[in-house]
C-alpha cells in the first residue's frame, strides 16, 4: 500500500478481485505466467481457456501501469 502526503498526490487506486489478488500474491519475479495459471487452475473453479485469456490480459495490465516489468 502506497502511502503519500496528500491525496492530490494519487493518481489512481486499483483494486483486486478474489483471483487477481491471489495472482498477484503468486508474482515473485520467479515463477513464471504458466506456473501461476497451473496455480490458478487448481485453487479456482474456472477453465484453462477463461484462465489464459484473464491472466494474460492482467499480466499486459499490469505491465501498462509499470506494476511489474
Known sequence: ???YKTSDEINCIY???K???KVWEK???KKTS????????KEFDTTLEEV???LQNFLKDLK???AIV
Open 27 to 29: 508474482i515473485d519475479g
Open 64 to 66: 501498462e501501469i509499470k
Open 19 to 21: 483471483v487477481g489478488s
Open 34 to 41: 504458466l506456473e501461476i495459471r497451473k496455480e490458478v487452475l
Open 52 to 54: 489464459d485469456k484473464e
Open 15 to 17: 483494486t483486486l478481485n
Open 1 to 3: 500500500l502506497p502511502i
